[in-house]
C-alpha cells in the first residue's frame, strides 16, 4: 500500500463519492415518489389497476440496470422526436440519464417493497378506520400509508444501500463518480489495487453511515414498537 | 412486425450463451463460498466466526462493478507472478474467469446469510439425536442439516441467481462477449441503439423468466413431504 499516493488523490475521490451520493439521494427520493402511486395501483383488486405497474415493476426487474441505462442514454438517440424535443438537453447530459434511470429502476423495487407492506397491514385496522366513518381516500392516507412507511423502512433502507452500490454503473456513461474517478486515477498513476481498494473503502463507509442513519430512523418513527403486537 | 438484426442475431444467441455459461460457473463457485462462509459464521470457534462476518460484510459493501473491475485489472501483477513461478511467464486471467471470480465472490456474500438463516432453522434436536446415534460432526451436517437446509434456503438462492443473471451485464465492462457485450458491438456496427439494447433487454427478461420457472420446480420438489396434496 502506498498511502502517500492515496492521500494525494484523495480529495479527488472524495469529490467522485460526492456525485455518487447525490446520485443516489436524487433517485432514492425520486423513485420513492414515483413508487407510491405504482405501489398503491399495484396491490388494487381490479386486474386493469394492477397490470401496467406490473408490467412495469416486471420489466425494470427482469432487465439488468446497465442495460437500461445505456437504453436510455444511448437508445433514445435514436428517434428523431427525442432529439428534437425541449427535453433533449436533458436527455442528452449523462448526469440527468443516470439519475432518470436509476430512478425508474429503484422506483420498481420499491413499488415492490411497498406493496408486501401494504398487504402486510392487518386487515382489521383497516377495517376499523372504515368503521369509524373514514372515506377510503383518508383511510389511505391516516392508516394505509403511515403503517406501510414503518413496515417498509428496513427493506427501503436494504434498497438504499443496493443503489448506492448500483449507482457506480453511472461510471458506464462517463459520469466520474467513485468508480469513474477511480478509474481515470488509475489511468493517470497506475496504482490499480491501492486506488481500487481505496474506492471500496470509502463505499464501505458511506455504507456503514447510511446503515447507522436509517437505524436512527427506525428508532425515531419507533418502527420496533409498531411491530410487535 | 419483425426486427431488423442486421445479421447480429446469431452473435447475440451466442453471447446470450456465455451469459448462462458464466451465471452458471459463478453459481457454482457462489455456492461453495456462501455455504464455507455459512459454516464459518456458525462455527464455534471465534477466528473463524469474525472471518466469517468480515466476508460477508466487506464483500456486500463494495459495489459488483469494483470487484469486476478490481479482480480484472487488479490481478495482473499477482496472477504474472504465479505464472512465473510456475513456468508459464505469460500467464493471464481471461475476462471469463475473472468475471466468474467476481460475481462468485459476490453471490457467496450473499448467500453466506441464506445459508445462516437455513442452518439456525434446523430444530436444535436434529443434530442432538444425530449426536446420540454418534455420528462424527461431518456426517451430522452432510446427512442431517444440508439435506434439510436446501429447502429453506432455496427461495433466498432462487432471489440471489435472479440477481447473478443480471449482474453478469456487468461483465461486458471487461470485455467478454455476453449479450450486453454483443449487443455494444453491433450497435458500434449498424447504430440503431435502441433496437438492440431492447432486444437484449428482452433476451435477459426471457433468462430470469426461465430461471424463475426452473426455481418454481426446484422448490415444488424440495417442498414434498411438507404441504399437503389436494
Given at each position: 500500500?502506498?498511502?502517500?499516493?492515496?492521500?494525494?488523490?484523495?480529495?479527488?475521490?472524495?469529490?467522485?463519492?460526492?456525485?455518487t451520493l447525490?446520485?443516489t439521494?436524487?433517485?432514492v427520493?425520486?423513485?420513492?415518489?414515483?413508487?407510491?402511486?405504482?405501489?398503491?395501483?399495484?396491490?388494487?383488486?381490479?386486474?386493469?389497476?394492477?397490470?401496467?405497474?406490473?408490467?412495469?415493476?416486471?420489466?425494470?426487474?427482469?432487465?439488468?440496470?446497465?442495460?437500461?441505462?445505456?437504453?436510455?442514454?444511448?437508445?433514445?438517440?435514436?428517434?428523431?422526436?427525442?432529439?428534437?424535443?425541449?427535453?433533449?438537453?436533458?436527455?442528452?447530459?449523462?448526469?440527468?440519464?443516470?439519475?432518470?434511470?436509476?430512478?425508474?429502476?429503484t422506483?420498481?423495487y420499491?413499488?415492490?417493497?411497498?406493496?408486501?407492506?401494504?398487504?402486510?397491514?392487518?386487515?382489521?385496522?383497516?377495517?376499523?378506520?372504515?368503521?369509524?366513518?373514514?372515506?377510503?381516500?383518508?383511510?389511505?392516507?391516516?392508516?394505509?400509508?403511515?403503517?406501510?412507511?414503518?413496515?417498509?423502512?428496513p427493506a427501503y433502507s436494504n434498497e438504499v444501500i443496493l443503489m448506492l452500490k448500483a449507482s457506480?454503473?453511472?461510471?458506464?456513461?462517463?459520469?466520474?463518480?467513485?468508480?469513474?474517478?477511480?478509474?481515470?486515477?488509475?489511468?493517470?498513476?497506475?496504482?490499480?489495487?491501492?486506488?481500487?481498494?481505496?474506492?471500496?473503502?470509502?463505499y464501505l463507509?458511506m455504507s456503514f453511515v447510511l446503515i447507522q442513519g436509517f437505524k436512527?430512523?427506525?428508532?425515531?418513527?419507533?418502527?420496533?414498537?409498531?411491530?410487535?403486537? | 412486425?419483425?426486427?431488423?438484426?442486421?445479421?447480429?442475431?446469431?452473435?447475440?444467441?451466442?453471447?446470450?450463451?456465455?451469459?448462462?455459461?458464466?451465471?452458471?460457473?459463478?453459481?457454482?463457485?457462489?455456492?461453495?463460498?456462501?455455504?464455507?462462509?455459512?459454516?464459518?459464521?456458525?462455527?464455534?470457534?471465534?477466528?473463524?466466526?469474525?472471518?466469517?462476518?468480515?466476508?460477508?460484510t466487506?464483500?456486500r459493501g463494495v459495489p459488483?462493478?469494483?470487484?469486476?473491475?478490481?479482480?480484472?485489472?487488479?490481478?495482473?501483477?499477482?496472477?504474472?507472478?504465479?505464472?512465473?513461478?510456475?513456468?508459464?511467464?505469460?500467464?493471464?486471467?481471461?475476462?471469463?474467469?475473472?468475471?466468474?471470480?467476481?460475481?462468485?465472490?459476490?453471490?457467496?456474500?450473499y448467500?453466506?446469510?441464506?445459508?445462516?438463516?437455513?442452518?439456525?432453522?434446523?430444530?436444535?434436536?436434529?443434530?442432538?439425536?444425530?449426536?446420540?446415534?454418534?455420528?462424527?460432526?461431518?456426517?451430522?451436517?452432510?446427512?442431517?442439516?444440508?439435506?434439510?437446509?436446501?429447502?429453506?434456503?432455496?427461495?433466498?438462492?432462487?432471489?440471489?441467481?435472479?440477481?447473478?443473471?443480471?449482474?453478469?451485464?456487468?461483465?461486458?465492462?471487461?470485455?467478454?462477449?455476453?449479450?450486453?457485450?454483443?449487443?455494444?458491438?453491433?450497435?458500434?456496427?449498424?447504430?440503431?441503439?435502441?433496437?438492440?439494447?431492447?432486444?437484449?433487454?428482452?433476451?435477459?427478461?426471457?433468462?430470469?423468466?426461465?430461471?424463475?420457472?426452473?426455481?418454481?420446480?426446484?422448490?415444488?420438489?424440495?417442498?414434498?413431504?411438507?404441504?399437503?396434496?389436494?
Open positions: 500500500m502506498e498511502w502517500e499516493v492515496i492521500l494525494k488523490w484523495l480529495p479527488k475521490l472524495m469529490q467522485g463519492a460526492t456525485l447525490e446520485l439521494a436524487v433517485s427520493l425520486a423513485g420513492l415518489i414515483v413508487a407510491i402511486p405504482l405501489g398503491i395501483a399495484r396491490s388494487s383488486k381490479l386486474w386493469y389497476v394492477r397490470s401496467l405497474p406490473y408490467a412495469y415493476i416486471f420489466f425494470f426487474r427482469g432487465t439488468p440496470l446497465l442495460i437500461q441505462l445505456f437504453l436510455v442514454y444511448y437508445g433514445l438517440a435514436q428517434f428523431d422526436v427525442v432529439r428534437e424535443s425541449a427535453l433533449w438537453p436533458y436527455l442528452r447530459s449523462p448526469f440527468w440519464c443516470a439519475i432518470i434511470t436509476m430512478t425508474l429502476h422506483a420498481a420499491i413499488a415492490e417493497i411497498l406493496r408486501g407492506a401494504i398487504q402486510a397491514i392487518p386487515p382489521g385496522e383497516i377495517e376499523a378506520a372504515r368503521a369509524l366513518g373514514m372515506s377510503r381516500f383518508k383511510t389511505l392516507v391516516h392508516i394505509v400509508l403511515p403503517r406501510a412507511a414503518r413496515i417498509g423502512l457506480s454503473l453511472a461510471s458506464t456513461v462517463t459520469l466520474l463518480e467513485l468508480t469513474g474517478m477511480t478509474r481515470t486515477i488509475i489511468a493517470r498513476n497506475y496504482q490499480t489495487v491501492d486506488m481500487f481498494l481505496a474506492a471500496g473503502a470509502i463507509i436512527l430512523l427506525e428508532r425515531w418513527l419507533r418502527v420496533d414498537a409498531c411491530q410487535g403486537r | 412486425m419483425t426486427i431488423d438484426l442486421y445479421g447480429f442475431g446469431p452473435a447475440l444467441a451466442a453471447g446470450a450463451l456465455m451469459t448462462v455459461k458464466l451465471a452458471l460457473t459463478a453459481l457454482c463457485l457462489g455456492l461453495v463460498l456462501g455455504l464455507l462462509g455459512a459454516l464459518a459464521k456458525t462455527s464455534p470457534f471465534k477466528p473463524l466466526r469474525w472471518l466469517g462476518g468480515a466476508y460477508s466487506l464483500v459488483e462493478l469494483l470487484w469486476v473491475l478490481l479482480i480484472y485489472f487488479g490481478s495482473v501483477n499477482l496472477v504474472r507472478a504465479i505464472g512465473e513461478y510456475i513456468g508459464m511467464p505469460d500467464l493471464t486471467l481471461s475476462a471469463f474467469a475473472a468475471g466468474v471470480l467476481a460475481l462468485g465472490l459476490c453471490f457467496g456474500a448467500a453466506t446469510e441464506v445459508f445462516r438463516g437455513a442452518i439456525l432453522a434446523i430444530p436444535k434436536g436434529h443434530r442432538e439425536a444425530g449426536m446420540a446415534l454418534g455420528l462424527s460432526k461431518p456426517r451430522i451436517f452432510t446427512k442431517l442439516v444440508l439435506p434439510q437446509m436446501w429447502r429453506i434456503a432455496l427461495p433466498g438462492l432462487g432471489n440471489l441467481f435472479m440477481i447473478l443473471m443480471k449482474d453478469t451485464a456487468l461483465v461486458s465492462v471487461i470485455g467478454l462477449e455476453e449479450i450486453m457485450r454483443q449487443a455494444q458491438n453491433a450497435v458500434t456496427f449498424a447504430k440503431h441503439p435502441f433496437t438492440f439494447y431492447m432486444v437484449a433487454a428482452v433476451m435477459y427478461l426471457g433468462l430470469t423468466v426461465l430461471a424463475m420457472g426452473t426455481m418454481h420446480v426446484l422448490e415444488k420438489r424440495a417442498a414434498r413431504g411438507f404441504v399437503r396434496r389436494t
